[in-house]
């Protein structure tokens, strides 16, 4: 068994999984996805392992894809969101390359996954011996990684309380602590916060070190900490946005490390019309014509993952010239006003996310006109859009 994918999509092909007339499709080119991780590479320790978290379905740009890409670059660990998110890794060929289950779960389902050879994070003893207790059934060893809260707030166990639960846990039979965790709320804007948090995590490691306990991995880091918190990288990093190409805010990463975003969102344009002034363009009328316009409309929406909050608001590429987007956003369409781009035509391409020409419209300056961050951005754009692959060079 190999830990690849081969099911094979070009752009420019027709969808190969199911049937697609509509001319609206994302593109990722999974040379970028190579370029970031081998840049991220570059960047820190030789021995620092990398672990990508690919949860809700890679960020938006395709598990599968994004996976395989990962596995060919040398990645050395995948993080999952969800157990079914991991289950379907390991039943779509990768069988190998260990999955960290990033969250909690309910401790029925603790058969699926050490049946597939997943790491679950656990945080208090409830899970740590449910997981037990079904490793032994299976006469198997499961790895597990606890998760230590420093100031997330949110799962995990307080670092004060960790040494007494990881010395517990550590007695129990059939499960390995295979690594330790702890996650920032805000590297990329509260300073004291992350050094805090860092100090506290490294301080618990030295009790866990003064205690006998070997733990291979320990890890902190997010994409905003692997640029700029290098004592946070310890022996494994958790990119996820940066893999990407995207950065928590426009020029975050600026100087730091060069990126390419992987994810392209376009469509053409299935209409033109000529509207007199004074007339109404979209529901509720939220756009009123001042004179002669030529807009066309796209086959795309708020369906697909468009946000409403683009209504008169957003712009789009065509012929390498922009276009505002006038009245509401519909569920799947959207009016452009093209009257200056004198050309353009049915069919003609529209970027409505990546670059045309020299302009270039980045899911970082969406987040902002939708008052949101970029990884929601990537995670709107709904299954129903084709995604298709810029597939690896040699
Ligand atoms: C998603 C996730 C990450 C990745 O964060 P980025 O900001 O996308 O780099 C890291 N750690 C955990 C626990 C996560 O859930």
């Keep these: 068994m190999k830990d690849s994918y081969n099911r094979k999509f070009y752009v420019g092909d027709v969808n190969h999984n199911r049937l697609c007339y509509r001319p609206t499709w994302i593109e990722v080119d999974l040379n970028a996805i190579r370029h970031n991780f081998l840049q991220i590479r570059k960047l820190i320790g030789k021995g620092t392992s990398i672990l990508v978290p690919v949860k809700a379905n890679a960020y938006g740009h395709g598990i599968l894809e994004i996976c395989d890409t990962l596995v060919r670059s040398g990645v050395d660990y995948l993080g999952v969101?969800?157990?079914?998110?991991?289950?379907?890794?390991?039943?779509?060929?990768?069988?190998?390359?260990?999955?960290?289950?990033?969250?909690?779960?309910?401790?029925?389902?603790?058969?699926?996954?050490?049946?597939?050879?997943?790491?679950?994070?656990?945080?208090?003893?409830?899970l740590a011996c449910a997981v037990d207790r079904c490793a032994g059934r299976k006469g198997k060893k499961?790895?597990?990684?606890?998760?230590?809260?420093t100031g997330m707030g949110r799962i995990g166990v307080w670092h004060e309380d960790a040494m007494k639960l990881i010395s517990k846990i550590n007695l129990l039979g059939n499960v390995k602590i295979e690594g330790i965790f702890s996650h920032f709320p805000s590297a990329d804007e509260d300073k004291p916060l992350t050094h805090r948090q860092i100090k506290d995590f490294l301080s618990l490691l030295q009790d866990v070190k003064k205690a006998g306990i070997n733990i291979i991995y320990r890890h902190m880091a997010n994409s905003m900490a692997v640029v700029d918190y290098k004592a946070s990288h310890m022996n494994l990093i958790r990119p996820g946005l940066m893999i990407y190409g995207l950065s928590p805010r426009p020029g975050a990463f600026k100087g730091k490390i060069s990126l390419k975003p992987a994810l392209s969102l376009k469509s053409k344009i299935v209409f033109i019309k000529n509207v007199p002034p004074g007339r109404r363009v979209s529901y509720r009328g939220t756009h009123i014509t001042t004179c002669h316009t030529r807009v066309a409309t796209i086959p795309i929406g708020y369906g697909d993952g468009i946000n409403r909050r683009?209504?008169?608001k957003g712009r789009v590429l065509v012929n390498g010239k922009e276009a505002p987007i006038i009245g509401m956003v519909c569920m799947d369409q959207v009016m452009i006003d093209i009257n200056h781009i004198d050309h353009a035509k049915i069919g003609d391409e529209v970027v409505i996310i990546g670059s045309q020409d020299n302009l270039r419209i980045s899911a970082e300056e969406i987040g902002q006109l939708c008052d949101t961050i970029p990884y929601e951005v990537v995670c709107w754009l709904d299954k129903r859009i084709t995604r298709k692959y810029v597939l690896l060079k040699k």
């Design 310 to 312: 683009l209504s008169n």
């Design 142 to 149: 499961a790895r597990i990684h606890i998760k230590i809260d």
């Design 81 to 126: 969101g969800t157990v079914d998110e991991a289950i379907f890794l390991r039943s779509n060929g990768f069988v190998k390359i260990p999955i960290l289950m990033l969250g909690s779960v309910l401790t029925s389902v603790v058969e699926p996954i050490v049946e597939n050879n997943i790491t679950q994070t656990v945080g208090d003893m409830r």
